[in-house]
């Protein structure tokens, strides 16, 4: 069964300072592999896209690594702001067209 | 462009009443989706629409119809509303079918209570 695993389920930083999600996976055969952020009470909203063949992407202060050998990928997060408070979800999709959601992580940064 | 949008925001059912929720884009995209999100879980995908007068079942569609009334609008009809049913549903659409593993453009979601 392709699963999809986020780690830590949820997490407390101050602003300022940097963390990283992590994201585990093992949908087969891999196609590409999304980040969403979702803020309370708002649908998701996609942070970046990677495939196969990529092993870095920015998007401003996020950036996103994938390892498809170990089936790894982690979002990092660069000087938090208050802003950046909200769940992130890892979204894996298979060539055969299935998406699966990972749980997501709860960030909070606190002034 | 407003993007995606659902009616109602907020509904509160009592258990075996019926209802529909609508959702709508304006982007002109092909394939639209209804998930739900329970708390402390992933979106579960409950049914899909690759194109216009198609329609099918996704991880979770029981308890679920669906009609895609025209390129814009995807709704979800809960017939006989249960308590399991309460969470929060998500529309989304994307250009073209999801086999493609595109970016997906969620509404702000519908917050159901079923009592």
């Known amino acids: 069964k392709n699963q999809v695993e986020q780690s830590p389920q949820s997490l407390i930083i101050l602003e300022g300072k940097n963390c990283t999600l992590q994201?585990?996976?093992?949908?087969?055969?891999?196609?590409?592999l999304r980040w969403y952020k979702q803020d309370t009470g708002r649908g998701p909203v996609s942070l970046t896209i990677?495939?196969?063949?990529?092993n870095t992407k920015s998007n401003g202060r996020y950036t996103a690594t994938l390892d498809a050998d170990t089936k790894q990928s982690s979002l990092h997060i660069t000087a938090s702001q208050l802003s950046d408070s909200a769940s992130y979800i890892c979204?894996?999709?298979?060539?055969?067209?299935?998406?699966?959601f990972g749980d997501g992580t709860t960030l909070t940064v606190k002034p | 462009n407003a993007g995606v949008t659902q009616t109602p925001k907020f509904q509160v059912l009592k258990t075996g009443q019926s209802m529909t929720l609508q959702c709508a884009q304006d982007?002109?995209?092909?394939?639209m989706y209804w998930y739900r999100q329970d708390p402390g879980m992933g979106l579960r995908l409950i049914y899909y629409?690759?194109?216009?007068?198609?329609?099918d079942k996704g991880e979770v569609p029981n308890g679920y119809n669906v009609s895609r009334l025209n390129k814009r609008e995807f709704s979800l009809r809960l017939e006989s509303a249960a308590p399991s049913q309460t969470s929060v549903y998500f529309c989304?659409?994307?250009?073209?079918?999801?086999?493609?593993?595109?970016?997906?453009?969620f509404g702000p979601g519908t917050r159901l209570l079923v009592l």
């Open positions: 989304a659409s994307s250009p073209n079918d999801r086999g493609l593993g595109e970016t997906q453009y």
């Open positions: 994201c585990n996976y093992t949908v087969s055969p891999f196609s590409n």
């Open positions: 990677m495939t196969f063949s990529e």
């Open positions: 979204v894996v999709t298979s060539n055969a067209g299935k998406s699966t």
């Open positions: 982007m002109n995209h092909n394939s």
């Open positions: 629409s690759a194109s216009e007068g198609t329609t």
